[in-house]
């Protein structure tokens, strides 16, 4: 046998091996939580003032600011002085991301309704009219509403770890 017969033997027979091995995985699994449409519906209330976290859009109508809190509600502010704004109470709204006013209304999203309040008298803004469903394609596009289940307001997180036994390895070289 000749020293290269050996070389490429030897060369072979290490590349036909394979190693077993043993491998760690985390990930993260995230469940929906739904909740029903009534519940979140009737959770729709005015009240005391609360400090601003997640801001979301600004709209500005007659000195009055409203800041709506990113998923949760609208701020209302008097800013008739600019230079001493006056919190004046928070609109509880459930899955509220977007707001805009037009004469003495300030229209709103509520998840999958548009929700309509009298904004007159700032002292006693009221709800006066909800169009149920408004955004329903819009939820249901993105499989986060079934009228089965309900909407999905958040998810629960877990974070997995598993242990993978006897795995087959690569070589890298």
Do not use: W
């Not at 609109?91 to 006013?101: K, L």
């Amino acid at each position: 046998m000749t020293p290269r017969y050996i070389f490429f033997s030897f060369i072979i027979l290490f590349f036909s091996c394979q190693d077993k091995c043993n491998e760690y995985t985390t990930y993260v699994n995230s469940t929906p939580v739904y909740s029903n449409m009534e519940s979140l519906r009737d959770s729709i209330y005015y009240d005391d003032i609360r400090d601003i976290n997640s801001p979301g859009k600004l709209n500005y109508k007659s000195g009055y600011l409203f800041i709506s809190e990113t998923g949760k509600g609208i701020h209302v502010i008097d800013n008739r002085v600019v230079s001493n704004p006056k919190k004046l109470g928070f609109i509880n709204i459930p899955g509220n991301y977007d707001i805009a006013t037009k004469d003495d209304y300030l229209y709103a999203d509520s998840y999958i309704d548009l929700v309509i309040f009298d904004i007159s008298d700032i002292n006693s803004i009221k709800e006066v009219n909800r169009i149920k469903g408004s955004f329903q394609n819009y939820y249901e596009n993105r499989m986060l509403f079934s009228e089965n289940l309900g909407i999905v307001t958040g998810y629960n997180e877990e974070v997995i770890e598993e242990f993978i036994e006897s795995k087959d390895c690569e070589l890298v070289f």
